[in-house]
């Protein structure tokens, strides 16, 4: 079985090394993007499973560049959990709005993450 392909856009090195590093145990092929611009790139040449997405980066904040992939109709059923320093209830609560499927707030227990990234990928057929 081919592995599922996660997008981890994020402009922050250590934590990109840090979710590498737990996921690789886990058969996943991830792909990284340091902010929105990159994962445009990414996002026109390959389809991932899941994309991971924080909302404070440099080029574009994350529910902006959230509301963007939801509105491309070969984007909108990819699933997105965004992972975000940021756990005020008005970002959570506009960033599930624009359809995020999940939101989990840094500093991020990994145990958690991966729980919810193998439920989210197990219901993805």
């Known amino acids: 079985m081919a592995s599922k392909k996660i997008l981890l856009v994020d402009d922050d ?13 886990s058969n996943y092929s991830l792909d990284e993007a340091g902010g929105a611009n990159e994962a445009r ?3 026109a ?9 924080d909302i404070m980066m440099p080029d574009l904040d994350g529910v902006a560049f959230l509301r963007e992939i939801r509105s491309n109709p070969k984007h909108k059923n990819i699933p997105i959990m ?14 599930l709005k624009f359809g995020a499927t999940e939101y989990v707030v840094k500093p991020v227990d990994m ?3 991966k729980g919810k990234v193998d439920k989210i990928l197990s219901k993805k057929k």
Do not use: C, H, Y
């Open 45 to 53: 040449v390959e389809l991932p499973d899941l994309i991971l997405l």
């Open 111 to 113: 145990m958690l993450l």
């Open 13 to 25: 090195e250590t934590f990109r090394i840090i979710i590498r590093e737990s996921l690789s145990k």
């Open 41 to 43: 790139n990414k996002l």
């Open 82 to 95: 965004v992972v975000s320093a940021l756990g005020n209830p008005q970002v959570v609560g506009d960033a």
